[in-house]
C-alpha cells in the first residue's frame, strides 16, 4: 500500500536557522486526492509545505515524491519533479498583465496546461487577460496564483490558504475550483484555518500542533471528530 503514496513524508524535522519548527511530522497524499492540513496559528503548517517545496533552512528525515527521495534536492530540482508550490501572499507580480503572469515561470515539466485550456479552467481570468496584477480582486489573485503552477506542468499543488481574505461567495469559487482540479487528476495539499472551506473540498484532513501531525481525520469523520479536536483547532 505505500506504494500507493505520490508524496509519503516520514519523521520530517525541519529548522529556519537555530530554529527547531517540525518535530518528525509524517503524512501521505496519494494521487489524485485533496489533503488539508489544519491546526492554529504557528502549529507548522506553512513550514511543512515549505519544506516539502525545499524552501526552509535545514531538513531532516524523508520526503518521498513518486518513490524518490527530494530531502538533499534543491527546490528548483523538486519543482522540475512535479510539485507547485502556492504562497500564502501568492506572489502576483502587480505590474504584469494575467497572460504575463501565467507565462512568467518556466515549463519544468512536460504536461503543464496550454493558456487555452488555462482560460477555459478559469473564465474570469481571460476576462481580465490584459488587466494589470494591481487591478485584480483578492479572488482574482487567488485564481492566477493557483492557474500559474498548472502552466509549470506540476502534479501536486501545495496551497497555503487560499480562501484567506476573500469574501464566502468567492471562497466557494476557489472550492469549485480546487474539485475540478481533482477531477482532472491533480493532487492538493492545502493549508486551511476555514474548516467549513476545508470540508467542502478535501478527502482528508491531517491535524497539527507544534511541529507535529495530531490527528489524522477522513473527511466524512471531520463534523463528529470536532469535540476531540477542539483543542488543537482552537474553534
Ligand atoms: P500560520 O497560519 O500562522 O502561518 P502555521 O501553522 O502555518 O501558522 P508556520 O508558519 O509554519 O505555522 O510557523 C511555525 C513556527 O515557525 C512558528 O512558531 C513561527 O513563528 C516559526 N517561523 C515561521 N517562519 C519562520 C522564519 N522564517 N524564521 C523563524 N521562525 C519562523
Partial sequence: ??????????????????????????????PGEVVTLLGRNGAGK??????????????????????????????????????GYCPEERGIFASLTVTEN????PVVRGGGLELDTIYKLFPNLKERANS??????????????????????????????????????????IGVTIRELKSRGFTVVLVEQNFRFAQTVADRHYVMEHGRVVAEVANADLAASMDRLHEYLGV
Fill in 1 to 30: 500500500a505505500a506504494g500507493q503514496a505520490m508524496l509519503e513524508v516520514k519523521n520530517l524535522e525541519a529548522w529556519y536557522g537555530e530554529s527547531h519548527i517540525l518535530h518528525g511530522v509524517g503524512l501521505e497524499v496519494r
Fill in 46 to 83: 506553512t513550514t511543512t509545505l515549505r519544506a516539502i517545496m525545499g524552501l526552509v533552512g535545514r531538513r531532516a528525515g524523508s520526503i518521498r515524491f513518486d518513490g524518490k527521495e527530494t530531502v538533499g534536492a534543491r527546490s528548483d530540482q523538486i519543482a522540475r519533479a512535479g510539485i
Fill in 102 to 105: 501565467l507565462m512568467l515561470p
Fill in 132 to 173: 494589470p496584477g494591481t487591478k485584480l480582486s483578492g479572488g482574482e489573485q487567488q485564481m492566477l496564483a493557483i492557474a500559474r503552477i498548472l502552466r509549470t506542468g506540476a502534479k501536486l499543488l501545495l496551497l497555503d490558504e487560499p480562501s484567506e481574505g476573500l469574501a464566502p461567495v468567492i471562497v466557494q469559487q
